[in-house]
């Protein structure tokens, strides 16, 4: 028991979990944005929050950069800026949803030209991996269409896979692309990459470094997401997550929050496969906006949840788990599940922490370190780009 206990301790202590820095500036739905106090003007100010969240968690190590949103003139010199701050830079996302030039689409636009614009765009956010030793190219398109007949379906996958090829095409080495997939929205009858099976078709097409990203933001109602994991993983093309919660579409809100049952469940599979060994490369992400609740103790609070349902994963009894599954023993086989999920995994964390040197509370360590205060003082005026600015 101490041997297992022990082996957990230090898988929960080499966990990275990578924070997006859009989740630190403001953002709302399209009724409101909230100003917050103290939010980040610059990408360099999100860096900061940033390395609070891993100062008081020790497992946040990295941070996702949006292209333009994070535009700097020296990429190299924001590197090194994280760097300084404990940081390292995560994967670049880069946006093709934003110009006017988009409303029919961007890599699968029925317009070269603008099919080349998008393109080009993805291609200089290569340049920006290169600058800042990103491996991570992560796609998230908003292509599709609202009526039937608005365009050919066939020919914008057709254009997709042009678009994507030739990016792969200038990937260095050590980069990839991780493909997103959303079931819908902005587009609402036909979206180009609505599901895993699109995206891992594009991926298998496009060669070894291409992988797919599970959102679990981007599903129907009841889809069965840690399915969707073991499957990718199985077949080594789970890139990583973006992890967030949702109660009814792409709600952003804290991972965990929603359905921790279900983060549980997805930890479970990925343990299951051996996705948890740094080999495997499958990135950890969260992709959240905190419209309403204070930002950097919603990404602490976001990072916790993750590691108690890594943590509560961690502890299935896989023997236990691997007899009652050859007896046939169903309830026995869920009751080691369910066992699992039910410990109180937060002394264990605490025990991490305290081990590791911090704090055994994250939360109320940041509280009292005054960086909120500090910054709503500091940081006045100015408008950073992001969800809804
Ligand atoms: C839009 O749905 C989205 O939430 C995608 O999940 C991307 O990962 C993210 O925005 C950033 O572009
Ligand atoms: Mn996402
Ligand atoms: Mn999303």
């Avoid at 929205?185 to 496009?206: I, Q, S």
């Avoid at 948890?276 to 916790?304: W, Y």
């Avoid at 007899?323 to 699992?340: E, I, K, P, Y």
Wanted: with cysteine.
């Amino acid at each position: 028991m101490t041997v297992v206990r022990e082996a957990v301790k230090a898988t929960l202590r080499a966990q990275t979990i990578e924070t997006p820095s859009w989740g630190y500036g403001n953002s709302g739905t399209r009724f409101k944005v909230f100003a917050q106090p103290g939010v980040p003007r610059t990408p360099w100010e999100k860096l900061e929050d940033a390395a609070k969240v891993h100062e008081f968690t020790g497992v946040a190590p990295k941070v996702s950069l949006h292209i333009p949103w994070d535009e700097v003139e020296d990429y190299a010199a924001l590197a090194a800026y994280a760097e300084d701050h404990g940081l390292r830079l995560g994967a670049i996302n880069a946006n093709t949803f934003q110009d006017d030039a988009y409303k029919l689409g961007s890599v699968c636009h029925p317009d070269a030209h603008v099919r080349r614009r998008a393109v080009d765009h993805l291609l200089a956010c290569v340049d920006i991996m290169d600058a800042t030793g990103s491996s991570d190219l992560k796609l998230w398109f908003a292509d599709g269409t609202n009526y039937p007949g608005q365009d050919d379906v066939s020919a914008r996958q057709e254009r997709l896979a042009e678009s994507l090829a030739t990016v792969y095409a200038r990937l260095g080495e050590d980069q990839r692309i991780l493909l997103e997939y959303k079931f819908f929205e902005p587009a609402f009858y036909t979206t180009d990459v609505p599901d895993w099976g699109t995206a891992y078709a594009h991926c298998l097409k496009l060669g070894p470094k291409a992988q797919v990203v599970v959102d679990t933001g981007h599903h129907a109602p009841g889809t069965n997401i840690e399915f969707i994991v073991a499957l990718l993983l199985r077949e080594g093309r789970l890139g990583g997550f973006d992890f967030n919660s949702r109660f009814y579409a792409d709600d952003d809100l804290m991972a965990g929050a929603a359905d921790p049952f279900q983060l549980f469940r997805i930890m479970y599979e990925v343990i299951r496969g051996g996705g948890l060994a740094a080999e495997t490369g499958i990135a950890f992400m969260l992709d959240q906006c905190h419209n309403i609740e204070a930002k950097v103790p919603a990404v602490i609070r976001s990072v916790m949840n993750v590691q108690e349902a890594t943590a509560k994963a961690l502890l299935v009894d896989h023997d236990a788990l691997a007899s009652a599954q050859r007896t046939g023993d169903v309830l026995a086989a869920n009751a080691v599940l369910m066992d699992a999920y039910a410990t109180d995994v937060r002394p264990l964390l605490r025990e991490v922490r305290g081990e590791a040197g911090l704090n055994a509370d994250p939360v109320a360590a940041y509280a009292a370190s005054g960086w909120s205060e500090k910054t709503a003082t500091e940081r006045v005026g100015g408008e950073q780009a992001g969800w809804g600015a």
